[in-house]
Each structure stands twice: as C-alpha cells, then as structure tokens.
C-alpha cells in the first residue's frame, strides 16, 4: 500500500469514526419531541408507561386511552387494546386463543373492534358450539423477544389452549416502533446496532456482486432483509424461549407471519424468501405456521393498509378470515 493510499484510508476511518461520535451524541442529547409533534409525544405517554420489567422495557397503560388521528385507542384494566378480562379459570367449553404481537395485531389505525384477533374472536364464535375468547395481548413497537416475554409474565395466567405470535417484518429490532426511547436511555450501543445492520447490507451486496448463485439478492440495501441478516438472531433467542414455553405449559403454537403492504394489484411480492424462511423456522421450532400473505394474492397492499406495515380495516378482515380458517381446516378446536 502506497503512502497516499494509506492516508487515505487512515483519513476516511478518521472522518467515519467521527461522523459515528457526532450522530451518537446527537442521539443521546436529542428531545424525542423534536422529532415528533409535540400532541403526538402526549398521546403516547398517554397510554404507556416504563414497565418495571427491564426485558419489556415498557407497556400499556391500564385503563388509559387517547385519540390519534381520529382513532380511539383505550387499555383495559389489565393494559391490553380489549374489552374487560381477568384470568380466571376456563369455563366448561371454553376455548382459549392468546394473540402476542406489535402494532399490527394491536391495530394501529383502526378501532379496536375492527383490528384481526377481535374480528377473529367473532368469526369463531360464530362457527362453533363453544365460548371463544381471543385475548388481544399486542403491544406496539414490541420485538418478538419482548412479545415472548409478555407472553411468559402475564399471558400464561390466562392458560391459553392456542398462542398466535404475529410476526411483522420489522420485528427483529425493537426501534421500529418508536416506542423504547421515551423509556429507555439510549448509549453508545446504539452506534453499533446501526452498524450492525449496515455490515449485512454491506455483505448482501457483496454476495450480489460476487455473483454469488446460492447467496444473490436482488435488493441488497433492501432494510427489512438487512435487519433479518443482521439481527435474525434475536428473533431466533426469542423462538428459543417460546419453544420452551409451548413445552412446559402445552399450548399449540402458531406463527403468523403479516406482509408489508408495498405489493401491487397481481404484482410480484419482494420479501417471499423472508417469509419462506419464517416458515422453515417454524419447522425447526415445531410451530405451526401460517403466511396471510397468500390471501392478499391479486390485490393491491395499498388499499388495503394504512401504511407499509399496518393493513385497514380491509386488510385486518382478510388476515382474520385466513386465521380462521387456518384454526378451523386444522380442526384445532375440539
């Protein structure tokens, strides 16, 4: 290496390590209501609080509600998006479904009545001779780890027959939610987790043009592929723990996997090998599975979703009306 090029080198790691320095402080002295409105910030810490479990990190405000953007969303006593419930024992034909998951489950920009696990609660009662309870435990901005927790600490009281973990395509970091920094400090960790998910882009491109058969992507930079490649390994821990779980308290486990909404009305969908991969997973796992993706097959994402993560109304009566039929070919409920 010439002396030039040395320095140059030397140089970029020099302005790269300070450009790291600077963004970190900027991260850790920055008022979170900067970013975003002021009603906004109110209305969050409306209806959450710090949760006194560090894993969780925070929760659901029992008996808070807010409004946002003309959606009312109001925690029951216990703290979850649902109407009244308490864990008492099952009743004689009673069947029990807990549904863990993020915003999506939860039902970001919809009612509450209208989000998949309360329309999925009516859709079985309907079809069977029995109680069905759907206990809606989502909390959005959870990471699958944290999902699984909650799961572990609250959700087991309610000794579910079925768990539903509906997996999101931003579930492998717990900063899409945009919920952890109001609760949580932020340190110097975080320079490193974004440089973590910057590496497996940098290696995504690297397999693409190596030319790389078994390894090529066509959307290197993509970020939902860049966080699975970087950080799958906390979903992974978070399945671990589940598998547990399912063995020690002896509930059927399904992993519902929801889409993001950037597809096109008979247009290709960009994250099927995501998808295939939650469902070789949920094999290693011995989870039952379930892509809702399918059941959006010649539609448009969007009109039917709010956003790129969360469906409407629309989307939220297709995803429960392929949950039910998932329970009811299945024959899960005796």
Known sequence: MTVVALGFSLG????????????????????WD???????????????????????????RPG????????????????FRDDEFTALPPLKDEYRIVVIGDSVAWGWGVEMAQAWPQQLEK???ETHGKTIRVYN??????????????????????QPDLVI??????????????????????????????AKIFYAGIKRAWRQYSQDPSAATSKPWDYTGMIHEALFDQVETGFEDLRKLQQQHQFKMLLMVTPLFDFKKNGPYAHEDIHQMLGNKSETYQFEFLDTQPSFKGLSGKTHSVDLIH???K????????????????????
């Open 12 to 31: 970029f790691l020099l302005i790269l390590v300070a450009s790291a320095e600077l963004y970190l402080r900027w991260l850790m002295n920055r008022h």
């Open 34 to 60: 900067t970013a975003k409105t002021q009603q906004d910030t109110q209305s969050n810490l409306q209806i959450h609080q710090k949760s006194a479990d560090a894993k969780l990190v925070y929760e659901l």
């Open 64 to 79: 808070a509600s807010t409004v946002r953007e003309g959606i009312l969303y109001q925690n029951n006593l216990q703290g």
């Open 123 to 125: 859709l079985l009662g």
């Open 137 to 158: 435990m989502a909390v959005n901005g959870y990471s699958t780890q944290q999902e699984v927790r909650l799961l572990e600490t609250k959700g087991l009281a309610y």
């Open 165 to 194: 973990l509906n997996y999101a395509l931003n579930d492998p970091t717990i900063e899409e939610g945009g919920m952890w920094p109001y609760f949580q400090p932020i340190t110097r960790w975080e320079v490193l987790y974004r």
């Open 311 to 313: 469906p409407n109304v």
């Open 315 to 334: 989307g939220h009566t297709i995803i429960s009306h392929a949950v039910a039929e998932k329970i009811n070919s299945e024959k899960w409920i005796p």
